[in-house]
């Protein structure tokens, strides 16, 4: 093994580069181009020291570098010769082939080469000529180098037992009579099956030991769909049943559940395998056909079970984080290449309280994206060179070999927990069949599927290669293929009366149940003044030897004793700290996330102070004294808003009894995130049975900020709510959403969330300027005993019996035209406020109007535009449910949510202020 550290900066400096990769245009191919004239004369200057120990370093250093470009790995490559790489040329370094080399302490492996030309074989066997490949030369810890060359250049001396290859054969030989058994019996079901990337069961079937034999007690997998049931079916005890039932038109849940389903590609595993005789629990998350989107919610998911072991933020176990919980994730080529999420995940994952404790990556890599060449479909040599960007080593191997992929998969994961890093492995590999199995590839990949048809099935090679060795008799493997095809014909005629278990509301869970359907529930959130004054002085008490920001002291610690003191003008901070800190008195622990979320985007919350000398952070409340223990964490995320609000999701799923807030640093930020909104927060109870009580809390306001940073777009949430237009709304709407106006209102829907015994995802369209309103505070009396979340606030001011219009509106424009209707004293309008929206609070709403009986005209106004706001939602559901005409009155339609002219958003806001009472 080299001893890096021997060598001077001086012998090491100005090392060759490699060829660099380009494309011909008028040829349209990639290449290699020639080295620069200053290159040669660099190469000039190495020979003029030939005799030296450096040359030789250099010359082992290059196969290091560049060996993978020439490895065996890809079973289909249709590249007719090698690029030759000066680089790995004994010439190169001034190096003869007879020349007698000393080669101790530069290799690990068990040969020492007597001469040049006996290092170049030994080096060209190890990193060019077997099925695996490595990448780990721009990892910049020495240690972790070492360790890499030490345990890649020894990988062939872990052969597997002949057992143990019996094992991985069985199941490559199950996978196949799967995709042959569906073929058979559903030839026109699109099952995007795993052929030509069979060998990935020997990843799973390597991976699964090694985790059993490191005492883990849960692996948490995403991966995409390709494959994924032939893998269930084959490893991971998945009833065919259930898939032979979903494909005769049935739900995979039991009757008597209302749920719309999904694909079969698209369903889960959650089951405890035995392995070696011991017990792995093993999660495959439930994933959408947006590929990579699962990723963050396995890391989230693993991370709160991590916590949950002690380990992370909330652990006091002494466990490293990722002891006895391990996170997988299976990327395809293209998708990890291509879909944005990866780069986001790979940046979470040294960052504190979202890193899990490294992850294994396995990179599928069919060399296809969609039906896209792989080489046209990125600008990267290989799909895996994303991962360089967190200097993550890269295993490459051939798919083609499976005892490799179980030897390398093996490396991958001793590296994982010996530095609790992230690890990728790329298993080349390719479809058998086009995109789907009715597909035809040939369209737009000729050459590759002129190879394709005449390459071996991997199961039947690997299968005809132990029989020829006398490992596994052909009529073993036989009878394995035979009894695993009548197991699955006995599941297809079962298909009919097989009744699937519940899969939800399990472990943790089993104290909650789904929402009403036709009522809304009401939940008493109030507290003891007396502890919530408590709760919020702890909220701002630290050391005395702390030295908390001068401003602060006097505008956040000092003013907040006073109003608790007082029991008055109690604020939006003060307000949710009391829930967080009640929360967490109850034995909840409270995570919050989002960017620069411990002093919030308008430096309001502070739930995190940080030391004017020292840049010590400390959380007051995490310091609270008595109650049951919970815990805050405060996460500062990254600038992301997809991966980040996937990770809050997995944590939400994962553990019912903690409250996970996610916080847009602007409301319609949350449009990064669509496609975690669109295919998991509001849709995962519906299609998988998955509940959660997630919290968005999305700033909203128009303010003269333009469009970036007035509106969360309330009417797509909104859009995306199954609140019914023509009967009355239950709580079992996919998706509540408030838009409250003042602190107490905020504090009780916080603190329902985990008070009710069902769980539902929640936007909150929160304030900006009413965190600092002296209108829009509460007093001590709001938070007491027998208080609740109203999902509609009456008009205290006017008379009933003079009331002639009436109202409706949301959130912070309440204030507005409150000021309004002061400076025209017109008392004959009444103002409501819809603090839920969704779902619509039809009874809440009626006994409001019910006081008016002079009422001769309704008027919904806001400050959005006519198109957007909860204008059309609002509207069908108060003529359908209530039985009069609403009006509307505020901006016009527009394709963009807000002017970015002054002059105009003042003229728009005393226009949509005159519109209510003039109409």
């Keep these: 093994m080299l001893r890096y550290l021997a060598l001077s900066e001086a012998k090491i400096a100005r090392l060759p580069r490699p060829l660099s990769r380009c494309y011909h245009s008028e040829k349209g191919v990639w290449g290699y181009k020639p080295v620069a004239q200053r290159e040669y004369q660099v190469a000039e200057d190495v020979r003029a020291s030939r005799n030296s120990q450096a040359n030789v370093y250099r010359f082992v250093e290059a196969f290091r570098q560049h060996g993978h470009k020439l490895a065996a790995v890809n079973p289909i490559s249709i590249r007719t010769r090698q690029p030759e790489l000066q680089e790995l040329s004994p010439a190169f370094y001034g190096l003869q082939t007879q020349e007698p080399v000393r080669t101790d302490g530069l290799l690990s492996g068990p040969q020492v080469a007597q001469n040049v030309a006996q290092l170049e074989q030994l080096l060209k066997d190890i990193y060019c000529g077997r099925s695996t490949s490595a990448e780990f030369s721009y990892v910049e810890d020495?240690?972790?180098?070492?360790?890499?060359?030490?345990?890649?250049?020894?990988?062939?001396?872990?052969?597997?037992?002949?057992?143990?290859?019996?094992?991985?054969?069985?199941?490559?030989?199950?996978?196949?009579?799967?995709?042959?058994?569906?073929?058979?019996?559903?030839?026109?079901?699109?099952?995007?099956?795993?052929?030509?990337?069979?060998?990935?069961?020997?990843?799973?079937?390597?991976?699964?030991?090694?985790?059993?034999?490191?005492?883990?007690?849960?692996?948490?997998?995403?991966?995409?769909?390709?494959?994924?049931?032939?893998?269930?079916?084959?490893?991971?005890?998945?009833?065919?049943?259930?898939?032979?039932?979903?494909?005769?038109?049935?739900?995979?849940?039991?009757?008597?559940?209302?749920?719309?389903?999904?694909?079969?590609?698209?369903?889960?595993?959650?089951?405890?395998?035995?392995?070696?005789?011991?017990?792995?629990?093993?999660?495959?998350?439930?994933?959408?056909?947006?590929?990579?989107?699962?990723?963050?919610?396995?890391?989230?998911?693993?991370?709160?079970?991590?916590?949950?072991?002690g380990e992370g933020a909330f652990g006091d176990s002494g466990q490293p984080l990722g002891q006895h919980v391990l996170n997988v994730i299976l990327h395809g080529d293209g998708a990890f290449a291509g879909q944005g999420v990866n780069q986001e995940c790979l940046n979470m994952a040294y960052v504190p309280h979202f890193e899990v404790g490294g992850s294994v990556h396995l990179i599928v890599n069919n060399q296809v994206g969609f039906t896209t060449p792989g080489d046209r479909g990125r600008?990267?040599?290989?799909?895996?060179?994303?991962?360089?960007?967190?200097?993550?080593?890269?295993?490459?191997?051939?798919?083609?070999?499976?005892?490799?992929?179980?030897?390398?998969?093996?490396?991958?994961?001793?590296?994982?927990?010996?530095?609790?890093?992230?690890?990728?492995?790329?298993?080349?590999?390719?479809?058998?069949?086009?995109?789907?199995?009715?597909?035809?590839?040939?369209?737009?990949?000729?050459?590759?599927?002129?190879?394709?048809?005449?390459?071996?099935?991997?199961?039947?090679?690997?299968?005809?290669?132990?029989?020829?060795?006398?490992?596994?008799?052909?009529?073993?493997?036989?009878?394995?293929?035979?009894?695993?095809?009548?197991?699955?014909?006995?599941?297809?005629?079962?298909?009919?009366?097989?009744?699937?278990?519940?899969?939800?509301?399990?472990?943790?869970?089993?104290?909650?149940?789904?929402?009403?359907?036709?009522?809304?529930?009401?939940?008493?959130?109030?507290?003891?003044?007396?502890?919530?004054?408590?709760?919020?002085?702890?909220?701002?008490?630290?050391?005395?030897?702390?030295?908390?920001?001068?401003?602060?002291?006097?505008?956040?610690?000092?003013?907040?004793?006073?109003?608790?003191?007082?029991?008055?003008?109690?604020?939006?901070?003060?307000?949710?700290?009391?829930?967080?800190?009640?929360?967490?008195?109850?034995?909840?622990?409270?995570?919050?996330?989002?960017?620069?979320?411990?002093?919030?985007?308008?430096?309001?919350?502070?739930?995190?102070?940080?030391?004017?000398?020292?840049?010590?952070?400390?959380?007051?409340?995490?310091?609270?004294?008595?109650?049951?223990?919970?815990?805050?964490?405060?996460?500062?995320?990254?600038?992301?808003?997809?991966?980040?609000?996937?990770?809050?999701?997995?944590?939400?799923?994962d553990n019912p009894n903690n409250l996970i807030i996610w916080e847009a640093q602007f409301g319609d930020f949350a449009n990064g995130a669509q496609i975690i909104i669109d295919t998991f927060i509001v849709t995962g109870e519906t299609r998988w049975m998955e509940s959660n009580a997630l919290v968005m809390l999305l700033p909203h306001g128009y303010d003269g900020g333009a469009s970036e940073h007035s509106s969360c777009r309330i009417e797509r949430f909104l859009q995306l709510s199954d609140s019914k237009e023509t009967s009355a709304d239950g709580d079992s709407v996919n998706v509540h959403v408030v838009n409250p106006t003042t602190p107490a209102q905020y504090y009780h829907v916080l603190r329902r969330q985990l008070a009710r015994n069902f769980r539902k995802p929640l936007v909150v369209v929160a304030p900006k300027t009413l965190l600092r309103l002296p209108v829009a505070t509460s007093t001590h009396e709001d938070f007491q005993p027998g208080t609740l979340f109203q999902n509609v606030l009456g008009d205290t001011t006017a008379k009933p019996e003079q009331v002639r219009k009436v109202i409706l509106c949301?959130?912070?424009?309440?204030?507005?035209?409150?000021?309004?209707?002061?400076?025209?004293?017109?008392?004959?309008?009444?103002?409501?406020?819809?603090?839920?929206?969704?779902?619509?609070?039809?009874?809440?709403?009626?006994?409001?109007?019910?006081?008016?009986?002079?009422?001769?005209?309704?008027?919904?106004?806001?400050?959005?535009?006519?198109n957007m706001g909860a204008w059309t939602f609002v509207r069908p559901r108060f003529e359908n449910l209530i039985g009069q005409k609403l009006h509307y009155s505020g901006r016009c339609e527009a394709p963009t949510n807000a002017t970015g002219i002054g002059n105009v958003h003042k003229r728009e806001v005393d226009e949509i202020l005159a519109g209510p009472f003039e109409l």
């Design 379 to 653: 600008s990267t040599a290989y799909p895996s060179d994303l991962a360089k960007s967190i200097q993550a080593p890269v295993f490459h191997v051939n798919g083609c070999d499976p005892e490799a992929v179980a030897r390398i998969t093996n490396l991958a994961f001793r590296y994982q927990r010996e530095f609790r890093k992230d690890i990728f492995i790329d298993l080349n590999c390719f479809r058998r069949w086009g995109h789907n199995e009715l597909d035809d590839p040939t369209f737009t990949s000729p050459m590759v599927y002129k190879i394709v048809p005449q390459l071996g099935l991997v199961p039947d090679v690997y299968a005809q290669q132990l029989a020829k060795e006398q490992v596994l008799p052909e009529s073993k493997a036989k009878e394995i293929r035979e009894e695993f095809m009548k197991y699955l014909g006995e599941e297809l005629a079962l298909a009919p009366t097989y009744q699937p278990p519940p899969s939800y509301f399990e472990s943790q869970w089993k104290e909650l149940q789904l929402a009403p359907s036709k009522e809304l529930t009401y939940w008493d959130t109030g507290l003891d003044y007396s502890l919530l004054h408590y709760i919020g002085q702890q909220s701002v008490t630290f050391p005395e030897d702390f030295n908390v920001h001068p401003h602060l002291l006097k505008t956040h610690v000092n003013a907040r004793l006073k109003k608790l003191e007082n029991g008055v003008k109690i604020d939006w901070s003060t307000a949710e700290a009391m829930a967080i800190g009640s929360l967490m008195y109850q034995g909840h622990n409270v995570r919050i996330s989002g960017e620069d979320v411990g002093r919030g985007t308008f430096s309001h919350r502070h739930a995190m102070l940080v030391d004017q000398q020292t840049n010590e952070m400390y959380i007051p409340l995490n310091n609270m004294e008595g109650g049951n223990g919970g815990k805050l964490e405060v996460a500062h995320s990254t600038l992301s808003e997809e991966a980040v609000l996937g990770f809050e999701y997995g944590m939400a799923i």
């Design 142 to 309: 020495i240690e972790e180098r070492e360790w890499l060359a030490r345990n890649f250049e020894t990988l062939d001396q872990q052969q597997l037992a002949n057992s143990e290859r019996c094992e991985i054969a069985e199941l490559l030989i199950k996978s196949q009579a799967w995709e042959n058994f569906m073929a058979l019996k559903f030839p026109t079901f699109k099952r995007y099956g795993g052929e030509g990337a069979e060998s990935m069961l020997a990843f799973f079937w390597q991976l699964l030991r090694d985790s059993v034999q490191a005492n883990i007690e849960h692996v948490v997998l995403a991966m995409p769909h390709r494959g994924r049931t032939s893998l269930q079916a084959a490893l991971f005890n998945m009833r065919p049943a259930k898939v032979f039932r979903k494909l005769s038109g049935a739900s995979e849940f039991p009757e008597d559940v209302e749920a719309m389903s999904d694909v079969i590609s698209h369903f889960h595993v959650s089951e405890q395998l035995e392995v070696l005789g011991k017990k792995l629990n093993f999660t495959m998350v439930r994933n959408p056909s947006h590929l990579e989107a699962a990723n963050p919610v396995a890391m989230g998911k693993t991370r709160s079970k991590q916590q949950a072991r």
């Design 810 to 866: 949301s959130g912070k424009h309440y204030y507005a035209l409150a000021e309004e209707r002061e400076k025209r004293q017109a008392y004959d309008t009444a103002i409501l406020r819809l603090e839920s929206l969704s779902p619509f609070p039809v009874q809440e709403l009626q006994a409001q109007l019910a006081q008016y009986g002079n009422v001769q005209s309704f008027v919904w106004s806001q400050e959005e535009h006519r």
